[in-house]
């Protein structure tokens, strides 16, 4: 074959390619794990920042010590046993979309716009000296661009909301991107899910919260330009702590509390 033969050309350039796709495809295998690591310890990040416990530099570990995981029938809110679901291996997001480990949600139901839920959900249990202090959920819906996940905190109360954090999502920034910024998330320790009746109220404005307001422990000043994201954030809320998801979970959790 001549060296600058046109099937030569070819066959060196097949070489190359097998030779970067083995690379390519060896590098991911072996890295697989060490960002398996990376994201479960991102994922407890996230939950220390929304309990409010997260501090820069601190070992996420040692942090997160005093936090219990508990996987849930969202159906029932009691516990699923570990010989019907392993919650070592479960994933929610994939879940969510496996029709035999998921449910449709009632276009009328579908506040989050979703469209299918995962049947089973982790909640977080933050403790201390034997008691729980926080419940820590997983939330997600539609915002303007992109579907929003992160985590709410609960006060053991079922109803005190003690921190919110989104940590993916593809909102425009400096608008529905700023559900990331800090001084947005410090305006919801404190705000109440539920009124006296017991149906949730939590909600983001269109504007900012009248303090003089009887509806103002329920409520959260909006983001400018970001009316559809803050929309988003509150039908989100709704769905995940209302009847459909988390909510017979925490009223559980709520009989509890008074009983105490």
Not at 52 to 75: C, T
Not at 175 to 203: F, R, S, T, Y
Request: glycine fraction near 10%.
């Amino acid at each position: 074959m001549a060296r600058d033969s046109v099937w030569r050309t070819f066959l060196v350039a097949a070489v190359l390619c097998i030779v970067c796709s083995v690379l390519v495809s060896g590098a991911a295998v072996g890295l697989r794990p060490r960002q398996e690591r990376n994201k479960a310890l991102d994922r407890k990040k996230n939950i220390l920042i929304a309990a409010g416990l997260y501090e820069p530099g601190a070992d996420i570990e040692g942090l997160f010590a005093g936090v219990r995981s508990k996987l849930i029938d969202l159906a029932t809110g009691k516990p699923v046993s570990p010989s019907e679901v392993d919650p070592a291996s479960y994933d929610a997001r994939q879940a969510a979309r496996d029709p035999d480990q998921s449910v449709v949600i009632p276009p009328e139901s579908d506040l989050a716009g979703i469209h299918r839920r995962e049947k089973y959900a982790f909640v977080y249990l933050v403790e201390k000296q034997g008691q729980v202090e926080q419940y820590v959920l997983p939330i997600y819906g539609k915002g303007l661009w992109s579907t929003l996940y992160g985590f709410i905190a609960i006060d053991a109360d079922a109803n005190t909301i003690r921190g919110l954090t989104f940590y993916e999502h593809r909102e425009t920034p400096g608008l529905g991107g700023e559900v990331d910024n800090p001084k947005w998330k410090e305006l919801w320790p404190g705000k109440q899910l539920h009124d006296a009746q017991g149906q949730i109220q939590i909600e983001v404005l269109k504007g900012a919260v009248a303090p003089d307001s009887p509806a103002a422990i329920h409520q959260v000043d909006g983001i400018s330009g970001a009316t559809i994201t803050c929309r988003g954030v509150s039908n989100l809320l709704r769905y995940w702590l209302g009847p459909d998801a988390f909510g017979p979970y925490l009223a559980q959790q709520s009989q509890h509390s008074t009983t105490r």
